[in-house]
């Protein structure tokens, strides 16, 4: 089973990158694409390029043999990334199941997705859950899709759902974007290779560009589509 994590990864942090490792191995996937998307379609624009963030996920994932970098999303252009679309590519790619990787936030708008049911269709969903907080309370789509164990899921090439506790650590990209703003460093919150790029090209650093409010040009999209797995 491959383990799919989208996002705008802007930047890319260990905040996505330990849940991803631990789903990995809990579940013993041969592989997680992290596939960083072109235009969000529920969010503001990234403040980094779709060329500076590609190289951030690939220095993040270099010495992790289980994680590739995937730019299907990048290289379809200025159209919004909807997960059904990257889903259906990578059938027509992969003879293996998908595992979508999801934060427990991104899962209870699931039903609110562009195309959910298509999606279910074509992968299990994987939520992560942080260690001792509730599962997700199961919405009427939901009831009867959840599986307990790796075992259970792995007979199924679409349509279940499980939940996985992992270490979610307190970091987000948005927060890291402003402690840059302010002159700070990410070292200890990203991997050293990605900490020194942003230093080296001066990533996040200019006020004029930094609001988090603020359109960036993707207005009139309403799909609620939450593509991100974690918070950033």
């Known amino acids: 089973m491959i383990g799919i994590m989208g996002g705008t990864f802007d930047p890319i942090h260990f905040g996505h990158l330990r849940p991803a490792l631990e789903v990995c191995e809990r579940l013993s996937l041969t592989q997680v694409r992290f596939i960083p998307c072109s235009v969000p379609p529920h969010r503001a624009q990234p403040m980094a390029t779709a060329r500076q963030r590609l190289k951030m996920v690939g220095l993040a994932l270099a010495n992790t043999p289980q994680f590739f970098l995937d730019d299907r999303e990048l290289r379809r252009g200025d159209n919004a990334s909807y997960s059904v679309d990257t889903l259906r590519s990578l059938l027509e790619e992969f003879d293996e199941p998908l595992a979508l990787m999801l ?105 004029e560009e930094y609001d988090e409010t603020r359109d960036y040009g993707i207005a009139n999209i309403i799909d609620l589509e939450r593509h991100a797995v974690l918070s950033g």
Request: positive net charge; contains cysteine.
């Open 103 to 207: 934060g427990a936030d991104a899962y209870l708008g699931f039903n609110r997705w562009k195309n959910w049911r298509e999606i279910l269709g074509m992968a299990n969903l994987v939520v992560s859950c942080r260690p001792g907080h509730k599962i997700p309370k199961l919405e009427s789509w939901a009831k009867g899709r959840v599986v307990e164990s790796a075992e259970e899921l792995e007979k199924y090439k679409a349509g279940k759902i499980m939940f996985i506790e992992v270490t979610q650590l307190a970091i987000s990209a948005t927060d890291i974007r402003r402690q840059l703003l302010d002159g700070l460093s990410a070292r200890y919150l990203m991997p050293i290779e990605v900490a020194d790029y942003i230093n080296k090209h001066q990533l996040y650093r200019n006020v």
